[in-house]
């Protein structure tokens, strides 16, 4: 009875400490979600796209894993908002992220493609804002602007060089006067 004690105070001290939901998931994974939106998360062995989703789950958002990840997570023990553990796992795997607003997109970095789209007629502060909210966090060194060459260079899979071309060819240096609102990464226009 004493040991059941103990267990119903730890439970009761780790609720006051913040975590408003505490699960235990297949294969050893054990999260929970905090009331200032901090996800921790211990695993001991779970598929990786299983995790993504777990992830997702726990954060609100979607979650797109390419089907060629089939590693398995072990031992990982991750903390943060939601963006920065999904960046810690990626990395940890080096696998690219993307979050466009929405939803989570997982590759592995064998299955992107690399393109350079030119904006000759695009504001840089245009060109800057449009990478901002199409891509607000992203693997680092996906996405890039140069200045000099009138080019943003991408690395990651087609649908986010889509995404970019739409966003970007919604814009031009005439438009300065205009508002555009881009939404869950997309352009109103």
Known sequence: MQALDGKWRRLALALSCGMALISVLPCGTVAANGHDGT??????????????????????????????????????NLQG??????????RHYNLFYWFDGTRYSIHLP?????WA??????ADDYVNSVIKYTAPYISSDSISFNKELRIVNITGPRELKEMMEKNLANYTREDKESVAIIKFGVSNR
């Open 81 to 90: 908002r939601h963006f920065e553990v999904f960046q810690q796992l990626s």
């Open 110 to 114: 064998t299955q992107l493609a690399r």
């Open 117 to 122: 789209l030119p904006v000759d007629r695009v």
């Open 39 to 76: 996800i921790r998360l211990f695993v001991v062995q779970q598929p990786l796209s299983s995790l993504f989703e777990t992830l997702g789950t726990l954060a609100g958002v979607g979650v797109q894993v390419d089907p060629a990840i089939d590693r398995t997570a072990s031992q990982v």
